[in-house]
C-alpha cells in the first residue's frame, strides 16, 4: 500500500512538472519576446518569466525608486535610474523585463542605484506597456516588483530617423546636420529635402514631460549622400539642478547605423547651470555617419536660417519656413 502511494505521490508530481513546464512553453508562444521590446547593453538575455519574489520580508532587497521617461519614440532610448537596499548589502543584479512578455535581462548592480539605458525596438509590439523591475541579492532573495508604464509618443515614421531622450524636465535640443550643410533643429524644422523635426519636448520650459525629440526622413523625403552630424544642445535649465543624462540614436531602414564617429547610441550628460540658450550651429557633436545612395550633393552651401527670436515660438513643426 505505501509503494502504491508513493508512486501515486510520484506521478502527481511529474504531472505538475509537466504542467508547468507546459504553460510556460505556452506564455513563451503566446507573449512576444522582451528583445521585441527593448534591448539593454551588457544585460545577459533570460528565457521565460521574471523571478517572483523570493525570501522574507526580512531578507530580501527593496527597491525605493524607479525613474524613467513615461514617452518612448520606437526605435529610439529610455534612460531609467533604479535605486534600492538591501538588509544583507549584496544586490547583485537588476531585473528587467515587461508584462505579458517572455524573457528578462539581468544587469550587474553595484552599490545602491543604477542607472540603465534601454535601446528600443523600431516596431514595437504594443503602444503601451509596462515595465517591471525587480533586484536580485547573492542569496538569492528576490525584491517585490516596480514597475513603469510607457507609451508612444506621437511622432511619425520614416527611413531615416535620429531621436533624442533624456532623464530631467530641462529643455535639450537635437540638431541635425546635412551633407549640405542644412541643419535642421527647433529654429529650422524642415529641410529642403524634407527632412523634419516632428516632435520638441520642453520648448522654452513649457514642460510636457515627454523628454524626446525626433527628426524624421519620411518615404516622401531626399536622402542625400553624405556625412550627417547630429548634435546635442543643453537650451535651457529648467529644473536648476542635478545632471541631466541624455541618449540619442539613428536609424537608417529600420536599423542602427554604424557610425564614422560617436557611437550608436550615443550618451552623454550636461550639468546643472551650463544651458546655453543656443541656436544654429550649437550643442555637442555626438555621432557623425554616412549615407550612401541616395542623391548626390554637387555643391555645399552655408546655412540659411529663419531663425525663432524666442525660445517660447521654438516648437513650430508645422511651419514653413521661407524658401
Same mark, same amino acid.
Request: aromatic share 8%; net charge negative; glycine share 12%.
Given at each position: 500500500m505505501k509503494y502504491k502511494s508513493y508512486l501515486m505521490l510520484v506521478a502527481m508530481a511529474l504531472l505538475l512538472a509537466f504542467s508547468m513546464c507546459r504553460k510556460q512553453e505556452e506564455e513563451e508562444n503566446e507573449? =512576444?519576446? &522582451? *528583445? %521585441?521590446?527593448?534591448?539593454?547593453?551588457?544585460?545577459?538575455?533570460h528565457?521565460?518569466?521574471?523571478?517572483?519574489?523570493?525570501?522574507?520580508?526580512?531578507?530580501? =532587497?527593496? &527597491? *525605493? %525608486?524607479?525613474?524613467?521617461?513615461?514617452?518612448?519614440?520606437?526605435?529610439?532610448?529610455?534612460?531609467?535610474?533604479?535605486?534600492g537596499n538591501d538588509p544583507q548589502g549584496d544586490i547583485k543584479y537588476l531585473l528587467v523585463g515587461v508584462?505579458?512578455?517572455?524573457?528578462?535581462?539581468?544587469?550587474?548592480f553595484a552599490g545602491d542605484s543604477i542607472r540603465i539605458t534601454l535601446t528600443l525596438s523600431n516596431s514595437i509590439p504594443r503602444d503601451t506597456f509596462i515595465i517591471l523591475f525587480s533586484l536580485e541579492d547573492e542569496a538569492g532573495n528576490v525584491s517585490a516588483r516596480k514597475t513603469l508604464v510607457v507609451q508612444e509618443a506621437q511622432v511619425q515614421r520614416g527611413k531615416l530617423e535620429i531621436s533624442l531622450s533624456w532623464d530631467l524636465l530641462n529643455d535639450i535640443d537635437l540638431h541635425v546636420i546635412q551633407p549640405d550643410s542644412e541643419e535642421i533643429y527647433y529654429g529650422h524644422t524642415m529641410s529642403d529635402e524634407g527632412?523634419?523635426?516632428?516632435?520638441?519636448?520642453n520648448?522654452?520650459?513649457?514642460?510636457d514631460s515627454v523628454n524626446n525629440e525626433h527628426v524624421i526622413y519620411p518615404d516622401t523625403a531626399t536622402i542625400l549622400t553624405g556625412t550627417y552630424i547630429v548634435k546635442v544642445d543643453f537650451y535651457s535649465?529648467?529644473?536648476?539642478s542635478g545632471v541631466t543624462h541624455y541618449?540619442?540614436?539613428?536609424?537608417?531602414?529600420?536599423?542602427?547605423?554604424?557610425?564614422?564617429?560617436?557611437?550608436?547610441?550615443?550618451?552623454?550628460?550636461?550639468e546643472a547651470g551650463t544651458d546655453d540658450h543656443g541656436g544654429a550651429g550649437s550643442g555637442v557633436e555626438v555621432m557623425r555617419f554616412n549615407i550612401s545612395g541616395g542623391s548626390k550633393v554637387y555643391a555645399f552651401r552655408f546655412p540659411h536660417r529663419q531663425e525663432t527670436s524666442a525660445k517660447s515660438t521654438k516648437s513650430c513643426k508645422s511651419c514653413d519656413r521661407v524658401r
Open positions: 507573449y =512576444p519576446s &522582451i *528583445t %521585441s521590446f527593448f534591448t539593454i547593453q551588457d544585460a545577459t538575455q528565457d521565460g518569466s521574471m523571478p517572483d519574489p523570493r525570501g522574507s520580508d526580512s531578507e530580501r =532587497p527593496v &527597491i *525605493t %525608486s524607479v525613474s524613467g521617461n513615461s514617452y518612448i519614440v520606437p526605435g529610439g532610448t529610455n534612460i531609467i535610474s533604479v535605486s508584462d505579458e512578455a517572455s524573457g528578462y535581462f539581468s544587469v550587474n527632412g523634419y523635426l516632428d516632435l520638441d519636448s520648448a522654452g520650459c513649457a514642460i535649465d529648467c529644473v536648476g541618449a540619442v540614436s539613428a536609424r537608417y531602414n529600420g536599423e542602427l547605423i554604424n557610425p564614422i564617429s560617436g557611437s550608436n547610441p550615443a550618451e552623454g550628460t550636461f
